[in-house]
């Protein structure tokens, strides 16, 4: 098998396409072995979905990248507990006030009618005024959150997901997070910021403990900036390359905002790019047989979400876009995850999504300038190398 994953890779195919090939082959449970440690991998959206709703799948393997840096504290390094519970409802319910910056004010963002806005530097804006509160805005520059998020695609981020010791911790995602961890301390001692009704403050009222605070707000900046701005990134893409349909929704739109064109739209673009297609790897907490495979104790288990987007079982030409699907009852359908790791960011994501994209298709000609087709490169989510022009519309 090991022969055969070298051989994909060097034809240049991504480590999730990698696994769905393996899958075919070997069943929707496949183990490899690498360095003395067993990884099952998961595929297909029956058995993914018996694993995530399954809690004894639901703890965290050591990976020195995760676990170095947020230390088996506040959410994703966490294994699921009391506070892990705590800290996850805290965040469901402060990110249910997030809202976007609004458009057209220009004090803290250079957007009009003639500029391409920057989309995502209104994104990160309005998400760290909701972590840190309003005054932030004007002290800190977030650019260098957004040139992680390119950096990170430099590399086929395959480390970042197999249990790895020292050696693979890759620099500089340490240093994006020893220089998140210094900003962090910096405002929570920084007693002169008005951080009225922020994260911080609430979470200070509610629980006295500064260090699962500091570790909660690293999880919302590595969890909460990536797979929305991919994701949106992808909505831009697909509405260039599809003039027509973006013709449509911007005419359908017009003649009734309660129009679900928009919200298809997004559903299929979701389903077809699939922001997190490997999800962070879980681990078993006994010996559990499932599908009449026994998955000793311990394992580590990687979980190929792509393979839901695309499983043939549930949807009709999966490769296609398509934008009559039914998304409701469809069990395939969970880009958000399921069960006890389901993404607490879900309700706000898919409110932020289609404000942002309507927004944009409704001001904005969506025109693609370098054309790569629906080509991407795989980092920790999937990018498009296709990029896009807004050309205000004049009518
Ligand atoms: C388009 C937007 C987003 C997508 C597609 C997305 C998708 C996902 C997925 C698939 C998971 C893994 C679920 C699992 O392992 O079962 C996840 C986890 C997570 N997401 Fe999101 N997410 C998005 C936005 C956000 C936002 C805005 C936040 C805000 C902080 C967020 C915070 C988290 C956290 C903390 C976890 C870890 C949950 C855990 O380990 O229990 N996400 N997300």
């Known amino acids: 098998m090991l022969l055969r994953i070298i051989w994909y890779y060097i034809k240049g195919y991504k480590i999730f396409e990698i696994l769905t090939l ?20 998961i595929s297909g959206t029956t058995t993914i979905r018996k694993v995530l709703l399954d809690k004894r799948f639901s703890n965290r393997p050591y990976i020195s990248l995760i676990h170095q840096t947020l230390q088996s504290k506040g959410i994703i390094s966490s294994n699921v507990n009391k506070t ?4 996850k409802q805290f965040l469901l319910n402060q990110l249910t006030k997030f809202k976007l910056i609004n458009f057209n004010k220009t004090d803290s963002i250079n957007v009009n009618k003639t500029d391409s806005i920057n989309y995502e530097k209104l994104y990160i804006d309005s998400f760290m005024r909701l972590l840190f509160g309003e005054s932030i805005l004007s002290k800190y520059s977030f650019k260098w959150m957004l040139d992680f998020i390119s950096n990170q695609f430099k590399t086929n981020n395959l480390l970042s997901f197999i249990p790895s010791t020292k050696w693979f911790t890759i620099r500089y995602i340490l240093r994006f997070q020893s220089k998140i961890n210094i900003m962090i301390k910096n405002i929570i001692s920084n007693k002169s910021l008005a951080l ?29 900036i ?17 003039p027509l349909i973006q013709k449509q929704m911007f005419e359908d739109y017009n003649q009734n905002k309660n129009s679900n064109k928009i919200d298809l739209f997004i559903n299929e673009v979701m389903r077809l790019t699939c922001a997190g297609p490997i999800l962070i790897p879980r681990e078993t907490t006994e010996d559990i047989m499932l599908n009449n495979i026994l998955i ?3 394992a580590f288990i990687i979980i190929n979400m792509w393979t839901c987007m695309r499983d043939k079982d549930y949807w ?14 469809n069990p395939a359908f969970i880009p958000f995850g399921l069960g006890y790791r389901r993404c607490p960011g879900s309700s706000m994501s898919k409110k932020l999504l289609k404000e942002l994209f309507t927004k944009i298709l409704i ?19 999937i990018k498009p190398l296709s990029t896009f022009k807004l050309n205000p519309r004049l009518e």
């Open 22 to 41: 393996l899958s075919q082959r070997y069943g929707s449970i496949f183990r490899l072995r690498l360095f003395n440690k067993h990884i099952f991998v």
């Open 84 to 87: 892990f519970k705590q800290n």
């Open 196 to 224: 009225k009704d922020s994260f911080i403050q609430n979470y200070i009222q509610l629980y006295p403990n500064i260090d699962q605070l500091e570790i909660l707000l690293h999880d919302c900046i590595i969890a909460g």
């Open 226 to 242: 990536d797979n929305p701005i991919n994701t949106l990134r992808w909505l831009l893409v697909y509405a260039a390359l599809n």
């Open 296 to 298: 000793p104790k311990g």
């Open 316 to 329: 009709d030409s999966p490769d296609e876009f398509l934008l009559d699907r039914q998304f409701s009852n």
């Open 363 to 381: 001001d904005y000609h969506i025109t693609i300038n370098k054309n790569r087709g629906y080509q991407s490169i795989f980092g920790i989510g």
